[in-house]
């Protein structure tokens, strides 16, 4: 991460007092003399009634004092209130200040009400007004009047509520606040971020894009993709996967969608080609942000931001990790966000049974991987290697083993690499190598183990790495190898281990702590045969 990230978001930066003017006439557009907002919340309130945040912010409004002539959002309030020659009775004041204790008293009632759901759900939140937490997805439509299609979608892939995440940032993104979220992982961020999405995008056939999710890789990209297109199922909206087919043949200036998840590479070279038009967009996610805020992105997520010049949109960052500067970031640059945490900040799921394994030496690391394997091979099993000649050189010693081993890393094609990952997630493949390319995000169905088969080079890695099992509330299992040269840096491993409540012995946690950016020992190869015997 490069020190000065001021830069970052520059372009979008703007003064939204001093173009309220330009917002209001963005927001609103009139139709049949009647105002209609573009994501039609009036309509909506006109049917349902006031959701509580709305209720809440107007008594804290009342609280302030605000005039007659104060505006908030493109309304009025308290218009009847001290207008001059207006007579105020006794008896209408009266009825106000009736009316004001009860509004309090509700307000107070609801925020109780809301602490207790977060309290029970391990939610904390910061933010003025933040939402309150959904109790089920029925709300969804009870308080939003969400279309039964998404409703009728989450039924039938088996989501019968919605997780602690979902609970909170769904209704801070629907009430068109930013947010910056951190949630263990496998915790269903996905549904979190893409629900509030296509419920506020509705189908248009204008031209242009709408909503862009920048992904750190292209298997979670694609990943991401198959998501939405799941969750937007019988809708019309239109979910679009930047591929390089995409970028050359396609003017997606002129094509319209609703929603496209790309690498931020991928979208970059589309904006600098002249292949697509970002003014427009009204949603932009930042899925694992901590990764995309790093050094090799960092400048490409930059530009992908700034061409998202639409100052109404709302942005949003969610990872599993969120380091202090990536949170410094969000709330620089973020407009009025509000910050949500699923338990302890950059911990591990819980379900998953961590290990560490000392195996003295790299030989003494093969032979521990065979012997556990002769012991107890429970596929679905991922090996992470660390670099992509180390998973090749294990890759090599395994495929002759009597298991069904494959491989995966960022020398092999688009194909190669999309046909790894099915085979994987198919079951023809039951011990998948891989670098950390696969490492975040992607959500392969019941891994019952990771494999640190070299020692992660970050804590925030090694979170990412066994998350890959233990997923949406399944129990999973994470060994790390480590040996002499890793004893330095056990103790943040550890750390995540003791916060996620596996045991870690004494000595260990005894270790002094290490100041620790990335641990990439170099390594002697991995092979079994006397070096003079190998091809
Ligand atoms: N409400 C829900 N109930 C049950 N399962 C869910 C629910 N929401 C999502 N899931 C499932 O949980 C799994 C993990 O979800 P997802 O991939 O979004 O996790 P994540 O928090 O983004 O993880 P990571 O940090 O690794 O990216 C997926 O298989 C998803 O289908």
């Known amino acids: 991460m490069e020190k000065d990230t001021s830069f970052l978001f520059a372009g979008i930066n703007f003064d939204k007092k001093k173009f309220a003017t330009d917002i209001s006439r963005f927001k609103e557009k009139k139709e049949n003399n009647r105002t209609v907002s573009v994501n039609d919340t009036n309509l909506i309130e006109s049917v349902i009634p006031e959701p509580v945040e709305a209720r809440v912010s ?38 106000q200040t009736d009316g004001t204790l009860r509004a309090k008293k509700e307000l107070n009632k609801q925020l109780e009400e809301d602490s207790l759901l977060r309290k029970k759900y391990n939610i904390h939140v910061s933010g003025s007004n933040v939402p309150t937490p959904l109790q089920s997805f029925a709300e969804l439509n009870s308080r939003y009047r969400c279309e039964l299609y998404l409703l009728n979608n989450f039924t039938e892939l088996g989501f019968q509520e919605p997780t602690p995440i979902q609970r909170q940032a769904i209704p801070v993104l629907l009430s068109g606040r930013e947010c910056f979220a951190c949630a263990p992982t496998g915790s269903g961020k996905t549904l979190a971020f893409v629900c509030p999405m ?25 990943q991401t993709t198959r998501e939405c297109k ?9 979910v679009l996967l930047m591929t390089k087919d995409l970028i050359r043949n396609a ?28 003014t427009r967009v009204e949603y932009l996610v930042l899925d694992e942000c901590d990764k995309l805020f790093e050094l090799g992105l960092l400048k490409q997520i930059d530009y992908v931001v700034k061409a998202c010049s639409n100052p109404s949109i709302i942005r949003s960052l969610f990872s599993a990790t969120l380091p202090d500067y990536v949170e410094d970031l969000a709330r620089r640059s973020m407009h009025d966000a509000v910050r949500v945490i699923i338990g302890r900040k950059n911990t591990a799921s819980e379900s998953i049974k961590q290990k560490l394994v000392f195996a003295g030496n790299e030989e003494g690391k093969l032979l521990a991987l065979r012997q556990s394997f002769v012991e107890s091979l429970s596929p679905p099993v991922l090996i992470f290697a660390q670099s992509k000649e180390r998973a090749k050189e294990l890759f090599a010693e395994l495929r002759f083993d009597d298991i069904r081993a494959d491989v995966i890393h ?39 183990s990771v494999i640190n088969y070299d020692f992660p080079d970050s804590a925030a890695a090694y979170i990412h790495r066994i998350g890959r099992s233990g997923r949406a509330g399944r129990v999973g299992e994470a060994v790390t190898l480590y040996t002499e040269d890793d004893v330095p840096f056990l103790r943040n491993v550890a750390n995540v281990m003791s916060a996620s409540g596996c045991d870690v012995p004494s000595w260990i946690m005894s270790l002094p702590k ?6 990439r020992p170099h390594r002697e190869s991995i092979a079994t045969k006397p070096k003079d015997q190998k091809e």
């Not at 008594?59 to 105020?88: H, L, M, Q, Y």
């Not at 003017?251 to 970002?278: F, G, M, Q």
């Not at 290490?514 to 641990?519: D, G, N, R, V």
């Open 198 to 222: 296509i419920m506020k995008l509705k189908h248009r056939l204008s031209t242009g894009i709408r909503a862009v999710i920048l992904c750190p890789t292209r298997e979670l990209a694609a």
């Open 251 to 278: 003017d997606l200036s002129k094509r319209h969608c609703d929603v496209l998840v790309s690498t931020p590479l991928r979208l970059e070279l589309a904006i600098r080609k002249k292949r697509i038009d970002l």
């Open 410 to 448: 960022s020398d092999l094609s688009q194909a190669q690499r999309e046909e790894a990952v099915n085979n994987f997630r198919r079951g023809k493949t039951w011990v998948l190598i891989a670098t950390d390319v696969i490492a975040r995000g992607m959500d392969f169905k019941g891994v019952n």
């Open 514 to 519: 290490q100041k620790w950016k990335k641990h």
């Open 230 to 238: 799941r969750m937007a199922y019988g809708s019309k909206l239109c």
């Open 58 to 95: 107007k008594v804290r409004r009342k609280r302030k004092n605000i005039t007659c002539s104060d505006t908030v959002e493109g309304f009025s309030v308290f218009k009847s209130s001290n207008v001059p020659g207006v007579a105020t009775d006794e008896k209408n004041e009266q009825e």
